[in-house]
């Protein structure tokens, strides 16, 4: 859900996880996605403050054995210093080049407008402003809250709450650079007024003009609800959550009935009602948490409207209950989401309830009439990828607004009406339609033959595809789907000529509560042979190769990029992580971390389940590093990142970095082994050259043969030194050879390169000394050769 607007779907972007901000809302509390642009513009420096990168040794970087966590961050910021300085101008360009995008595609889009009654508020420059409904562009606009009372240095917005008598405005405060957050209290009067301050605060509603409900958040977990009371001064507790898998928020009612008290973990939902006419009264069960039940409440006519995932088919059914009577044994079906099919979020409204659902990479509606218990289903345009609803619509509306978009489509606005049953767009500024860029659709079979979608963005009417770079994006945990959402950006990476690929692997949640599940806990393998057979498929099609693909993923999807990373290097050229998720095993053993407890209904619990140790262990990227030629590898953090601790990033970046220095050192190795092996086979040569030499009448052939016979001479005594080589020797010959040469063995391809003193046109097989053919020489002697004219040049 949206901030701004009131939520239903909490569970379907999970509660609290490793991979994302722990709020269900995004940063736009008041703030468009579109808006957000700049936001992301102006952070987009600060997450390149303080990058970690694992470069092919490049700086001086001090073993992390003997380094504490402070030291590794300053080794790895020196080492970035380091690396990146070469890259200034290029790095300048493109912030040029990314803030032009920025500016194009949000100047013309305005901040949101959020309606409580006959008022509008929206934000401005880090303000909330208030007008009258209908006056906003007159200029009458009020200011409730100003930046110089916030109280953190670079604070966000995140929502808001009115009163119900407007005399009240509640707003959520989040640092940007840390998980700090408090709930700021103002009275709306002739000049607006903190009231208080309330640290640490998660979400909160109001259930009177003077009564605040509000859950307080530490450890990135909520457990306890509060009320506040501002006529008397006070607070005091009124439900406490004991149970570490769980986290509490709250919500009211669209017809402001009841506030809802929601204690949700990944797989189970307890709701308690709070009468907002007698909010003192202790809080209503609704039904007690049941292992595999999800379930959100909404209120109309007396009735209990009840989202759930109890019962068959698996996925979501809207079911029905009296309030007085709301038990399971009581819930009645009323409308059931289509099997394969994502349901993305429901709004109610005071007749109509709208569905917004998903289903083979396409949106649609479901419009459901609680008058006529019927359905009616409604396409949206086939470029939509992701959808934003206008924040906190009217409960009476008979017509509601939301935005489409693509990741290289800015949102476009529409507008639905319920009365009419008609969609029609509804811009109000004009948004570029991207016409220039073609989407393809794509389905890849991973290795139980299961179809996984895959939808590709490139450059219209573009030629030898096979030659362009191509991005893919990963996600695949927590049942979320993969971000789709506009960004600036991708359009610049199409002009120049990127394709871009987002993998909708398992684990994630586009095709359902199903895709989830078979993803997750002891089905991880399959979300990484996922992505596997799309990126196979994706080189099959000819949409690029492996030199010039790059990978990239946030978060959770660190682990299936991680574990692709190490499996299948040779997909990839490069890859990307922000803030990833690496060590699965090391957390998950960690119970004294924050969300330990919660994680373990998505990745298990290797505390008391050894082969569940045992099956992280298999996939999880830090645990198997291994000595081997690794692509290039970017990755971004944060200092103060609670989710994803930036120590353990650190212990993951040293461990890769020591493991490709071993493997380069065994390469080396091997290499110098394979050379002596060569030279071992030129004594074998000698004695055939030996016997052919006495045995061949032609002069011209003797000539040649005394020739060869020189060469083959020079190796034999060559190679009893050789063998005796020290390994930085070895080093160093072995670094004279181009890593392009690849292996050196008997069965390698390897053209032509001539050789002094030696006719070109002339080869001597050595499997047959009395034949002499004149098409190439034979690999493994040319390549002794080479060796010994390289060692003698040097």
Not at 501 to 506: M, P, T
Not at 521 to 546: F, M, R, V, W
């Given at each position: ?579 990833p998720f690496l060590d699965v095993l090391n957390t998950m053993l960690d119970p004294h971390l924050p969300l330990t407890v919660e ?196």
């Amino acid at each position: 859900m949206f901030l701004g607007s009131i939520y239903f779907l909490r569970l379907l972007k999970g509660s609290t996880s490793h991979c994302k901000n722990h709020s269900k809302y995004s940063v736009s509390a008041v703030l468009r996605s579109c808006s957000q642009t700049k936001l992301q513009a102006f952070f987009f420096a600060k997450y390149l403050r303080n990058p970690s990168v694992v470069p092919h040794s490049h700086g001086a970087i001090r073993s992390w054995r003997f380094l504490s966590c402070k030291d590794l961050l300053e080794s790895e910021q020196e080492n970035w210093r380091a690396c990146s300085a070469k890259y200034m101008a290029m790095t300048k360009r493109i912030k040029q080049r990314l803030e032009a995008h920025y500016d194009k595609y949000s100047s013309s889009l305005s901040s949101p407008v959020i309606r409580f009654g006959e008022y509008v508020y929206f934000e401005e420059n880090g303000c909330i402003f208030r007008s009258k409904l209908g006056e906003i562009d007159e200029g009458n606009n009020e200011i409730l809250l100003g930046t110089e009372a916030l109280p953190f240095h670079n604070s966000l917005i995140q929502r808001i709450r009115i009163c119900p008598d407007h005399r009240c405005m509640a707003a959520a405060i989040k640092s940007a650079h840390s998980e700090e957050s408090a709930c700021i209290v103002v009275k709306l009067n002739t000049l607006p007024k903190v009231e208080c301050i309330i640290p640490n605060v998660f979400s909160f509603e109001w259930a009177t003009h003077e009564i605040l409900f509000y859950t307080t958040q530490k450890n990135l977990q909520c457990h306890h609800v509060y009320l506040c009371d501002f006529n008397k001064k006070h607070s005091e507790l009124v439900y406490t959550e004991h149970d570490a898998r769980y986290f509490v928020d709250l919500y009211r009612t669209k017809d402001k009935r009841f506030l809802t008290i929601n204690s949700n973990s990944k797989n189970a939902s307890e709701v308690w009602l709070v009468d907002c006419h007698q909010p003192f009264k202790s809080p209503v069960l609704v039904q007690q948490r049941t292992e595999g039940v999800i379930y959100h409440v909404e209120h109309r006519n007396n009735e209990l409207y009840i989202l759930t995932t109890y019962g068959d088919p698996v996925g979501y059914k809207l079911m029905k209950a009296p309030v007085d009577s709301c038990g399971l044994e009581n819930w009645l079906s009323i409308y059931t989401v289509k099997e394969n099919t994502k349901l993305i979020d429901l709004e109610v409204f005071k007749d109509y309830c709208v569905a917004f659902l998903k289903f083979c990479g396409h949106l649609y509606l479901d419009i459901f009439s609680f008058v006529s218990n019927s359905v009616r289903n409604v396409k949206l345009p086939a470029w939509a990828c992701s959808f934003e609803l206008d924040p906190h619509p009217e409960y009476t509306a008979s017509t509601f607004y939301f935005w489409l978009l693509s990741p290289v489509q800015p949102p476009v606005r529409f507008a639905y009406s319920l009365m009419k049953n008609s969609l029609i767009e509804h811009t109000e500024q004009e948004v570029p339609v991207t016409m220039n860029c073609h989407t393809v659709r794509l389905e890849a079979k991973s290795k139980d033959e299961t179809c996984v979608p895959i939808t590709v963005f490139h450059k219209a009417n573009s030629k030898e595809l096979r030659r362009m770079p191509l991005l893919v994006h990963v996600y695949g945990a927590y049942g979320i789907d993969l971000n789709m959402s506009f960004k600036a950006e991708n359009l610049m990476l199409i002009k120049d000529g990127w394709i871009l690929a987002y993998c909708h692997v398992r684990g994630g949640g586009e095709l359902g509560l199903r895709w989830h599940k078979d993803g997750s806990t002891t089905k991880k393998h399959n979300g990484i042979q996922d992505l596997q057979a799309c990126i196979k498929l994706l080189h099959e099609l000819g949409y690029s190769q492996p030199a010039l693909t790059a990978l990239m993923s946030v978060s959770a999807g660190g682990v299936l990029a991680g574990a692709l990373y190490n499996n299948d290097p040779h997909l990839i050229r490069a890859m990307v992580l922000q803030a990833p998720f690496l060590d699965v095993l090391n957390t998950m053993l960690d119970p004294h971390l924050p969300l330990t407890v919660e994680e373990q209904e998505e990745w298990g619990n290797p505390l008391v389940d050894e082969t569940c140790r045992e099956y992280i262990q298999s996939y999880c990227p830090y645990q198997n590093i291994r000595p081997q030629n690794y692509p290039s590898v970017f990755i971004t953090a944060s200092e103060n990142d609670q989710r994803i601790p930036l120590a353990g990033l650190l212990r993951y970046i040293c461990k890769l970095r020591k493991a490709v220095q071993a493997f380069h050192a065994q390469d080396n190795c091997t290499k110098v082994k394979g050379k002596i092996r060569n030279l071992w086979l030129a004594e074998t040569l000698y004695e055939k050259l030996l016997q052919w030499k006495d045995c061949c009448p032609d002069p011209t052939v003797t000539c040649i043969c005394t020739n060869i016979f020189v060469q083959a001479e020079f190796l034999q005594s060559l190679s009893k030194s050789y063998a005796n080589t020290t390994l930085n020797k070895s080093s160093a010959v072995a670094s004279t050879f181009s890593s392009r040469d690849g292996d050196v063995g008997l069965d390698s391809v390897f053209s032509f390169l001539p050789y002094p003193s030696i006719p070109n046109r002339l080869l001597l097989p050595l499997e047959d000394p009395v034949r002499v053919r004149s098409d190439s020489f034979p690999v493994p002697f040319l390549r002794l050769l080479l060796l010994a004219h390289t060692l003698q040049s040097n």
